[in-house]
Structures are given as C-alpha cells and as structure tokens.
C-alpha cells in the first residue's frame, strides 16, 4: 500500500514530538532532531505532490473502513502545496529558533509543541473528514494556546486568556454547525457529504448551516471577525509569532476555500456574496490598521489581515483565474509572513523596542537586514518578479472579467497600503540618522539572518520559477472547481 | 424526547452565554464547559434517540442507535476536558502574574 505514506505529514511529527518531550534538558538536539523531521515531512510531500500529478487524487482509508463509513486521509494538489509549503515554512522558523532563542525557551517543550502545532495543520489540510477536520484544528489550537504562553510574560498571559476564550467559542460554533450537518444529511464524509447536498439541491437550512461554517472558519481565518488577532500575534517571541503569521490563519482560509468549493458551492449569490462583501471589509479595516499603529508589530499583524481579506476576494469571484490566483497568493502569504515577521521581530531584538520611534538609522549597522526588508515589502506589496505579483494579477484580472469592480478596487488599494504601511517602517527605522553608534551596536548574532535569508531566496525563487509551479496549481484549481473529481477520488469505488 | 434535550440544551445555552459574557475569568471558564455540554447533547439528539436499542449492527437487528453521535461526542468531550484544564491553569498563572481576575482590567494599555 504505496498511499500509507499519506499519514506520514502528520505522523511523523506527533511522533518525534512525543520523542522530544523526554528529551528535555538538551534544547539543541531537540532543535536539530525537530529540523530534520520537518525537512522529511517536507520531501514526502514534495513526492506526494509528484505522484498525485502523476496519478490523480491520493486518499488513505484508515484501518480500511471505505469511505463514507471510516475517516480518510484526502491529498489533491491544493492540499499537497500547502502541507509542502507550511513544512518549508516551519522547518526555517525552526532553524530561526535554533540559532536566535533564549535557553529557557529552549528547555520548555517549545519543539514538541511546535511539532504538534505542524501536525495539527497538516492534518487540517489533508482530512477528508468534517469531524476529522475539528479534530486536527484543536490539536493545532492547543499547541498554538501553549506556544502564545511559552515566555510568560504578563502581556502574553492577557493575551492568552482572550485568544483561548475565542477559540473555545468558535470551536463550539463549529460542532453546532456539524451536529446540524449531521442532522440533516447524515454524513460528515466531505465528499459524501458534498454528493448529497448535491443531490437534495442546498435548500435553505443547508444555506444555513453554510453560513455557520462560514463565521466557524472566519473566526479561525481572520476574515472580518479579526479583532482578537494583532494583540494575540503580537505579544509572544519571535518564531512563535512567525509561525502563527505564516500557518494559523492559512488553516481558517483553506478550510473556507475547501468547504465553499467542494460542497456549499450551489447557492454563491448568497454565500460567495457574503464571503465578498467579509473579504471587502477585512481589506478595509486590515489596511486601516495597518497605518494606524506605531508598534511595528501590529503593523505586521495587519498586515496577515489584509493578505486573508485578499485570498478570499479571489474565492469570492470564484472563476478559474481567481482560485489559481488564490493558491498563487497562499504560498506566497505563508513564505513572505514568516520572513516579515522574522525580519520585525530581529528588528526589536536588535533595538530593543517596537515603537518605530525608538528605532532609526538600522541600515547603517545592519545593512542585510535592511535590503531583505526591502524585498519583502516589495513582495507583499506584490512587484514583479517576486512571489506575490502572480496572485495579485490573477485575482485582479479575475476582478475584471467577472465585473468585481468594488472588489478589484478594494484589492489594489489595500496593496497601496501594504506598500505604505511597511515603507513608513522602512523610512523611520532603517533610514534617517544612526541613534546607536558603531560601539554601542548589539552585535547581530552570526548566522540570525540566514534563515530570513532561505526566505527571501524562497520568495524570490517562486517568482522567478513561478512556470515550474504552474501545472501543480493549475491542478489544484481544476480539482476544487470541479467537485466532481474530489468526489469521485473518494466514493468512486462504491458508486 | 427530541424536543425536550432541545428545550434542555437552549437553557444550557442560555446559561452558558450568560456566564460568558460575565468579567470574571472563573465564571467565563465555567460558561465555556456548559457551553460544551450544550454542544454534546445537540450532537446526541441529532443521531435520534431511540429508547431501550443499543448501538449493534446485525443483519437482522430490527432497531439500533446511530454510533456515530456517540463517538463523535466522546471525542469531543476528551477535548473539551483538556481546553478546560489548560485554561483553568491559565487563568490560575495569570491572576499569579496580573493580580486580577477581572476581564475588564485585563484590556491591556498602550504603555506596555
């Protein structure tokens, strides 16, 4: 059974996680075992993504209960990518936490939970299973409570009590909306449940019932109901927050992206409305927010927002060129979050505060950190040949075609205010006069920047490479807009 | 049966919200696990309920519970259990820390 192998992004972390947890005195050999499980996870998945353009659709039946009776393991192209992408991602910020994190931190089940939290999301991506899906979600939730707490100090702590409350709220909205999913089609098998909704037509309860998985996976995204994500992703150390900039959110949209394609696609004059007019005002309100702090953090945090609001714009219009567009801007997101947030975090290590008024004349000191600043905001702000100028211009040319105007217009400023929001940091804190002479500089610690660096090559390699990416994301397109094919990958043997 | 676990799980619902929305931390905690309670005993009468049937599966069996509600609510409680102990330890080191166990002063300033 070649497709075994299918558990393994998730298995493989949980079990070195469990391993690491009696390894906990000796932070460095955690650090290096936890690197190389995350760069395996990261080669199975490369090879899933090859053999699923080979073969078609992957699926695994645990302890061989066909579907729709067991839970399964469902791997198509969009899901692959993104188990791909968010293993790179984590493997980096790792080698980030290996290099620059105190030995505290180090000792205190940081790597175990950070294991978990992969698993959590790799999981999330490759159920096919709506209880399954719930399941995967706390596993990540969990680890990201104890990650947002690693550190302890009072800020994190307040945070903390916020963000778990809200995740406990959310989570209950989530088994309400299955419980009436259950309900009413008697199956919680995504494709199962998919063919029947089909079949019955989506009568208004399911519309309804739509609409709670919609506020379930906007909570969890950050789609319009974000107001708890800048405090939350702006209080713990520097890798945890990263990570929760490059994954936690990603999680919430594909889950958006997944439900809304695959089964509630039957009604979009009310669903995908709503998701467009959500996405609409989360560009609003993440690009107000983006200007209006002085806390460079909260910039960044803003900036996760408006990148939600922008993916969901693309499955809000929903025609082939706006979902590739879509997938373009996910694997973009998770690369250029991660190093934003790396790169704003060193930045206040460095200077020892957040405030863009305490900072000034970086560049002088540290001029690598500078220019790799340089790029990724001229990558969030999606120029070309960087990584987010593809999905941009997809999603805009998607906008077009389809008579989005709003959307589009909403789309390109908030890109204005990416860019504005991120030179204002750039203009204030790497250049302007030098506070900090040459003596008095923290010396940047050898080797901090190289996984920023990995980074910034990622990003600009995906925009240069973007021809080699382009067969898999044409797939991954193809297969969520065409329900028919994930249907019958999973129930095409019974029927 | 039905309507009743209903009635019963809008007045869990209700109690639950009620205890949310209060500023203690131990009440807010409190709400959230009767919240859950709520949720499980949705999920237990959406499978049907049916008196005196056990959840067997033969051939010839006239009458059998759905499993599936019960599996999935034991599923759901073991997490429930542990969000509850992680977040009642929560609350515990940040009333050590913060010195307060009022939301409200829990808001957070800008001089931090």
Same mark, same amino acid.
């Given at each position: 059974?070649?497709?075994?192998? %299918?558990?393994?992004?998730m ?11 009696f ?12 690197l ?8 199975? +998945? ?12 992957? *699926? ?15 791997? /198509? ?19 980030y936490?290996?290099?620059?994190? !105190? ?17 959590g ?33 009072? *800020? ?22 299955l ?11 995504? &494709?199962?449940v ?23 996976? !906007? ?16 209080s713990?150390?520097?890798?945890? !927050? ?8 990603k999680?919430g ?6 439900v ?26 993440? #690009?107000l ?5 002085? /806390? ?21 219009? #929903?025609?082939?060129? &706006? ?5 373009y801007?996910?694997?973009? /997101? ?18 020892g505060?957040?405030?863009? &008024? ?14 790799s ?6 990558? %969030? ?5 960087? +990584? ?8 805009a ?23 504005? !929001?991120l030179? *204002? ?20 610690? *050898? ?14 390699g ?20 065409d329900?028919?094919?994930?249907? /019958? ?7 | ?22 500023? @203690? ?11 859950s ?64 166990? @009022? ?10």
């Open positions: 059974m070649m497709n075994n192998i %299918l558990v393994l992004p298995l493989l972390p949980i079990i070195i996680g469990v391993v690491l947890i390894l906990r005195t000796y932070g460095r050999i955690q650090a290096w075992i936890s190389t499980a995350m760069a395996v996870t990261a080669g199975i +998945s490369f090879y899933l993504l090859y053999a699923i353009q080979a073969d078609g659709i992957i *699926r695994l039946d645990f302890g061989g209960w066909e579907p729709p009776f067991g839970i399964l393991f469902v791997a /198509d192209s969009f899901a692959v990518l993104l188990v791909l992408t968010s293993s790179i991602v984590t493997t980096i910020c790792l080698s936490a290996l290099i620059s994190t !105190s030995k505290e931190l180090q000792t205190m089940y940081f790597y175990p939970t950070v294991l978990f939290l992969a698993a999301v790799n999981g999330s991506f490759l159920t096919g299973d709506l209880f399954n899906l719930f399941v995967c979600f706390e596993v990540m939730l969990l680890s990201s409570y104890v990650l947002l707490t690693l550190g302890n100090s009072k *800020r994190q702590l307040r945070e903390a009590i916020k963000y778990v409350s809200i995740n406990i709220v959310s989570s209950w909205f989530f088994l309400v909306a419980a009436f999913l259950y309900g009413t089609v008697g199956t919680l098998n995504m &494709a199962h998919a063919e029947r909704v089909a079949e019955v037509g989506q009568t208004p309860l399911l519309t309804t019932i739509s609409i709670v998985f919609l506020v379930v996976f !906007s909570l969890k995204a950050g789609l319009l109901l974000y107001f708890w994500l800048p405090g939350s992703y702006s713990p150390p520097v890798v945890t !927050s990263a990570l929760f900039g490059a994954l936690l959110t999680v949209v594909y889950a958006l992206f997944r809304f394609s695959l089964i509630f696609y039957h009604q979009p004059e009310i669903t995908h409305t709503l998701i467009g007019v959500m996405a609409g005002l989360t560009l609003i309100g993440g #690009s927010g983006a200007i209006a702090f002085n /806390d460079i953090r909260s910039i960044a945090a803003y900036n996760v927002i408006i990148a939600v609001g922008f993916m969901l714009a693309g499955l809000a219009i #929903s025609t082939p060129a &706006a979902i590739e567009g879509a997938i801007y996910f694997i973009h /997101d998770m690369v250029a979050k991660a190093l934003l947030f790396l790169l704003v975090g060193t930045m206040i290590t460095l200077s505060t957040s405030k863009m &008024a305490g900072m000034s004349g970086l560049m002088k000191n540290y001029p690598l950190l500078g220019w600043f340089f790029i990724t905001m001229l990558s %969030l702000a999606g120029i070309p040949p960087l +990584s987010g100028f593809i999905g941009k211009v997809l999603i040319g998607a906008a077009i075609d389809s008579g989005s105007y709003l959307l589009l217009a909403l789309a390109l400023i908030s890109s204005i205010f990416v860019l504005y !929001s030179l *204002r940091i750039f203009k204030n804190c790497f250049w302007g006069e030098t506070i900090v002479s040459k003596e008095e500089q923290l010396p940047l610690r *050898r080797g901090v920047l190289l996984p920023c660096l990995a980074l910034v090559l990622l990003t600009i995906i925009g240069l490479g973007i021809e080699g990416l382009a067969p898999y994301v044409a797939t991954a397109a193809e297969t969520l807009l329900p028919g094919i994930y249907i /019958d990958a999973v129930l095409g043997i019974i029927e | 049966m039905e309507s009743l676990i209903i009635i019963l799980v809008g007045v869990l619902t209700t109690v639950a919200i009620y205890l949310v929305l209060s500023k @203690n931390v131990v009440r807010v905690i409190l709400g959230t696990a009767i919240l309670h709520a949720v499980h005993l949705l999920i237990l009468s959406m499978g049907g309920l049916k008196l005196g049937t056990v959840p067997l599966l033969g051939e010839e069996a006239e009458s059998y519970v759905d499993a599936l509600p019960q599996a999935l609510i034991l599923t759901a409680i073991v997490i429930s259990f542990a969000v509850t102990a992680f977040i009642l330890v929560l609350a515990y080191r940040a009333y050590q820390e913060l010195g307060t166990d @009022n939301l409200g002063a829990m808001r957070g300033s800008d001089d931090e």
